[in-house]
């Protein structure tokens, strides 16, 4: 058996991806997504024929902002390991986790979903927001997923601070792949 071939069976046997998480890792982001919105939902109770995604965004309700945050979330699990966990801030939830020793923070906004939606124009389905410390290896790395001219970057409080807009996501990118479901 060639190399290639090891890895792809040992991922059907429900191993753990290369770089990325378990499905049952990815199942708790779901959950931890739902906890987060107050919408009672459990990976195992899903219906076993669907995927836990599939599932889960059949019960947010259609909020574009919503459904961006918790397939970028789990994106973030499969492409690149990392388990991010839900906080609360004084205007909306945010969420973090730690790439390569570094931590990053990011929230989601856009109408319908948080209390910042009042600066949202009704065209902006969603606005990915990150900070992290310089270097911000993985603001950086999430450029790569977005337009050259579609960040807005500055800094505060000693940190990278970034926003992405729906409308600057590159085609074709990991990102916009798992965007397509």
Known sequence: MGLLS???SGIA???RPRNGLSEAEIAEIIESH???RGIAFSAEQADAEADPLDAYLQRLGGCPADEFEVRLLV?????FGVRPV???GTKAGYWTFSWHGEE???NVVGPGKSTCESEMRAEIPWRL???QMPPARFIERMKEEFAPENPVVGKRHG???VQFNAAGLRPGGGLARALEG
């Open 6 to 8: 090891s890895i792809f």
């Open 13 to 15: 046997g429900g191993a």
């Open 34 to 36: 739902a906890q987060s």
């Open 75 to 79: 994106w973030l699990g499969r492409s």
């Open 86 to 88: 839900f906080n609360l």
């Open 104 to 106: 990053v923070a990011l």
């Open 129 to 131: 927001r990150m900070e």
């Open 159 to 161: 940190k990278v601070r």
